[in-house]
Each structure stands twice: as structure tokens, then as C-alpha cells.
């Protein structure tokens, strides 16, 4: 029998999704929101936003060195059969250190502290939840937003542009690396162009990026971690699953905030 | 009037996903009382204390503080109000990634104005108070159960609170400790006055501390009374409950339970009426254990408490009743003994406390000084047994005065 009811079952269901979506991302934004506005209440915690400091960017140094210095070697490679082709290997030098400062270092450093930060975060965090720490934390007057997240924040803030800083550098050695002492183009060329090809803007551009995924990558991470017990999952369950969620969410939100943030920067 | 209580739930309901877990809760804590909750396993007694600590919200009713409704109040006045608080999770809580000081340092140092030497002086205390020596630097996940109790319960008292809140305070400890945790609530709370709300299972040992019981059941409050009152009370449910709980010995001492005890100085009484049976009880107590307590930790008036019960046995026959009458109180029931012949038992007793070394139950070598006191009393067919029993009380003098050097 056909009726109105079936005819407004699947409006119904696409408009319940919208609203949890909607709900959801003010929560989220809410949630950065706070944590931000936090780390600056006296007394600032500068000992737990140095630990994350350390957690975050430190440990993450060896890691963003090793696929930065691959990355610039294959560019390199890839610059040089590509180029040779026009006879203008002397290219190479602006080509690496472009692709380099305004694309890969920023988001390539923010996917693996996504891989190696963000996942440890997001499962702490919820471990921290289920095992009612966070509860505990609460009966103690202690704000967990401000003891747990804003210290992450603020640590990201200050890693994510230094490590994007040092893959950039690496990066351009790499793409030296493979271009000159491998292929034979002339290392002063090379330098020089990528010298004289990057601006000023290129750079802030480039930290603009990394600012901002720092602000996607931590929240998102954090978010999924603290708001575990909300989910239909209990237990270690519910623990993997928001790791699997914040590691997955914050790649693909930083790929499209890079595309978002390029259409503007350019 | 009097004054409203200091907690008060009033019709408080709860719905947690398809369990209606409080189904109009009604519960009046008193100031400087302890109450406690029992219940059955999944009866909703963690998720009753949450609500009054503020972790989780009514859906219908009303939480009253000192006969403000907490819904009603401003948030600096909910930071004071929850700076009175706090609570001893069911599962501990300790922060896995802090060691055992930062975990009970954590509510001092998170305040403002805190002095890093004054929170080292108060967070040592509290952790030798509860008989946790050389696991500063441990973290949690490399202490056993018990110690990670400890350890909660020492995160909890280093605030000095107004109100704690213990989830199953005792759940997994030895019977010492049990029973040194809970004299240690209620040495706490005489000393300091707090405001206790444990739920627990340890019946009948939670009624020697508690003076008020409530039993939630389907989501009510079953029964409210005084720990005598829901002994006696008329409800069968209620009283099954207890009495499947009971075991007949005390876990620690392994002397009579108090329920035992009871029973005996009944049917004792009831032979003196009708058969001129003589009988005699003496109520022997430790003295001022929290002297003991805050020398040797609370651990030590525990070990010695079942040792002179140790003693009280091996020198009464096998028609004697000896129970465990309130936490540091045993009472020893002497059929067909008149006050002459109880009276040298107890001088029996103390001429073998003298030959034996008391104190080797105490590992540490400190020096405390503790008295045993009875009270001997002949009953008569006239009296009742609470005349009687008070007049124990009253008859109570030393009888025996220990050292350790």
C-alpha cells in the first residue's frame, strides 16, 4: 500500500544523518574551540605542552627525516626523465623545492604525524576513557579538556611548522641526492633555481598549511579518542575503532583542506 | 526546623541506553554521617553515586545540596561544591601513565597556590598511613590489586574532602585489609568529620561503621534505616539479602559473626529466664586503635586485633561464644559462669598476652603503646539485653597495658 509515510521515510533518514553531521562538527569545533582557549589559562602548563612537544615533534624527527629524504630523491628522479625530455634539466632546482614548500612537505609531514602521533593520541586518550580516568580527572576539579587536550594543541601548533620546516630542507638534499650526484645535473644550478624559484609567499603558504593541520589532525585525533564511550563499541573495541576513525578521518580532512587552502594560497 | 540534609535525591531517574536504572530515587545524606549502600550486583549503585557527585545528570528529580538543587547553581558556585568531593572509583581510575606519587600528588598539584614541599609532606603521609612503602616510583599497571586500592584511596583522603564517595572500597582486599580500610573511613571520619557515602558488599562489616544503611533494589531505595533497624527489618526481601551475604564467622578474626552473637545471647537469655541458667559476657575492646593507626599504620591495630582474638579463643571453651561485636569490640558470651569466674578468665587471658609477644604482628619496629579494656558483667533474668550489653560498656576498665619498645 502506498502511503505518505514510506514516501517520507527517506527524507527523513537523509535529514537525521544531516543534523548528526552538523551536530558533530560544532561539537568538534567547540571542542578545538575550548581546548585552544584553555592552554592559556594561568598557570599555563608549560611542563605537559613541553612533554608533547617532545612526543609530538621530537620523536617524529627521525621518521619526517626519512620520508622526507625519499620524497626529495624521487622527485628528483621523476623531475630529471620528465625535464630531460625538454632539455631543461637546470629546471630541476625550482621544481623539486616548489613541489616540495608548498605541497609535499606540509602535507606529507602531517600525514605521518598523523601515523605516528595522532593514532597513539586518539588510542590514549580513549584508553584513558574507558578505564574512567577521565571521570577521574573530573571528580578531581581538574578540567580534562584543559589538562588533556590543550597541552596536545599547543604542542602541535609549535611541531607541525618545524617538522614541516625540516622535511622541506631534507627533501631538497634528497631531490640533490638523486638529480645531481646521481643523474649529473650541475649541483650550483640546481641550488641557485631552487633558490631563485621560492618567494617569501611560498614559504608563509607553506606554514599556513601546516598551522592548519596541525589545528585538523590534533582535534580530530583527540576528538575521536576523548568521545570513545559515545560509540555503539565497548572496550578495546570501541578503542580500535576510534583509532582506525581518527587516523582515517584526519588523512583524508588534510588532503581536503589542502586542496581548499591551495585554491586560496595560489 | 532542623537543618535539611547535607545530600538529598529526590525522585531521581535514570535511563542508560533500554535500562531504566533509577526509577525515582529518593535519599536524604546526613552531615558528618557515614551511609551505606548495598544492593545487588547491577542494581545501580555506582551510577546512584555518580549522580551525586555530578558525573552523570538525572533525566527526571532533582539532587539537593544543603537544599540548593545543584541544577540551580551558578558554575563558580559547582567548582566549590565539587571541591568537597571525592570519589574512590570502583576499578581505581589511577592514571596508568603516572607513577604512584604523581598519581596521589595529581588533585593537589592540579590546584592553584600549590606548594611542591607541602604536597610531598601530605602525599608521603597518606601513603604510609595506608601501608604502601617502596612503590613511590612503581606505576600502576606493576602493583597488585590490593595496593592499587590503596593507592586510589590515598588519592582520594590527600585532599582532606568533606565528602568521599567510595565505589566498593574493599572488593578484592585480604580480610585485614578490609578490615583496616574501613577502620581506617571511620577513624577518618571521626577525626575529620567527613561526610562518607560507601557502597559495598562486606555485610556485616559495613554496619559497624555505617550509621545509616540504604538498600536499593529495582531502582528504589528498598529500605533506609540505621544499621539495627534494617537487621530487624520487616521486609523479607530485605532481610534475606543480608542474611545471604552473612557469613556465620568473621573473615578476619575467624571468630562468631555479630549476627551469630546475637543469636546466642538470645537463646542464652531465654535459658536464664526460664532455667535460672547463670551466663556472663565480657566486652573486650582495643582501646583508642587510631593512636595505633596513625603510629603504625592501620594495618597494625587489624594484625593485632586478630591476634588477641586468637588469644580470646584459645582460652574459652568450646561452649563459649566469642563474636565480634563493633570493629575494634569482641564480646565473649560464658555460659554457666558467674562475674568471679569471668573475671579470671580475663586474668587468664592477659597472664597469656604477658608470656606471648603481641607485637611480633607488627613488621614495623616502632614504638607504640596500646591498653585492652573489658567490661564483666553477670546477667539478670530482669534485664534485657540492651541493659545488659550497656552495662558491659560501662563496667569496661583496663585489663591489660602492652608496649612495644
Known sequence: MFSLVTLKTPVAAIGREVLGFTRNLGRLFLFFARGFLLIFQPPIQFDKIRQQIFFIGMKSVFVICLTAAFTGMVLGLQGYYALVKYGSTAALGSAVALSLVREMGPVLTAVMVI?????????????????????????????????????????????????????????????????????????????????????????????????????????????QGYYTHTRAEFGAKGVSISTTSAVVISCVLVLLTDYVLTTFLL | MSAPPLIQLQDVVKTLGANRVLDGVNLSIHRGEITAIIGKSGSGKSVLLKHIIGLLEPDEGSILFEGRRR????????????????????????????????????????????????????????????????????????????????????RALVTEPDIVLFDEPTTGLDPIRKNAVHSMISDYQRRFGFTGVVVSHEIPDIFFIAQRVAMIDGGRIRFEGTPEDIQQAPDSEVRNFIEGLESPRDPMTGIASHSIGQQHLRREMSRLQRHR???????????????????????????????????????????????????????????????GQAHSFCRKISRTLRQSALFDALDKSRHVGYTLSAGVVQARPDSGLEELIAAAEKEQAVFYEGRKE
Open chain 2, 71 to 154: 541544577a540551580a547553581m551558578s558554575p563558580p558556585e559547582k567548582k566549590a561544591l565539587r571541591q568537597k568531593f571525592s570519589y574512590v572509583f570502583q576499578e581505581t581510575a589511577l592514571f596508568d601513565f603516572l607513577t604512584v606519587v604523581e598519581n596521589v600528588a595529581l588533585p593537589l598539584a592540579e590546584r592553584k597556590h600549590a606548594v611542591p614541599a607541602e604536597i610531598q609532606r601530605r602525599v608521603r603521609d597518606k601513603l604510609s598511613q595506608l601501608d604502601l612503602y617502596d612503590v613511590d616510583h612503581k606505576y600502576p599497571a606493576q602493583l597488585s590489586g590490593g595496593m592499587k586500592k590503596r593507592v586510589a584511596l590515598a
Open chain 2, 277 to 339: 541458667k547463670p551466663f556472663s559476657i565480657v566486652l573486650m575492646a582495643m582501646d583508642h586503635p587510631e593512636n595505633i593507626d596513625r603510629i603504625a599504620g592501620h594495618m597494625a591495630s587489624q594484625k593485632l586485633l586478630k591476634r588477641f582474638a586468637d588469644h580470646v579463643i584459645q582460652n574459652s571453651y568450646l561452649t563459649d561464644t566469642c563474636f565480634r561485636y563493633a570493629i575494634n569490640k569482641i564480646m565473649v558470651l560464658l555460659p554457666d559462669t558467674d562475674e
Open chain 1, 115 to 223: 601515523a605516528r602521533a595522532g593514532s597513539a593520541m586518539a588510542a590514549e586518550i580513549g584508553i584513558m576513557r574507558i578505564s574512567e580516568q577521565i571521570d577521574a580527572l573530573k571528580t578531581m576539579d581538574v578540567n580534562p579538556l584543559r589538562y588533556l587536550i590543550s597541552p596536545r594543541i599547543a604542542a602541535a601548533l609549535v611541531c607541525f611548522p618545524l617538522l614541516t620546516a625540516i622535511f622541506d630542507v631534507v627533501g631538497l638534499f634528497g631531490g640533490y641526492l638523486s638529480g645531481s650526484a646521481l643523474l649529473g645535473v650541475n649541483p650550483a644550478f640546481y641550488f641557485s633555481r631552487a633558490q631563485s624559484s621560492v618567494e617569501t609567499g611560498d614559504i608563509i603558504g607553506g606554514f599556513i598549511k601546516a598551522l592548519v593541520f596541525a589545528v585538523v589532525t590534533v582535534t580530530i585525533c583527540c576528538y
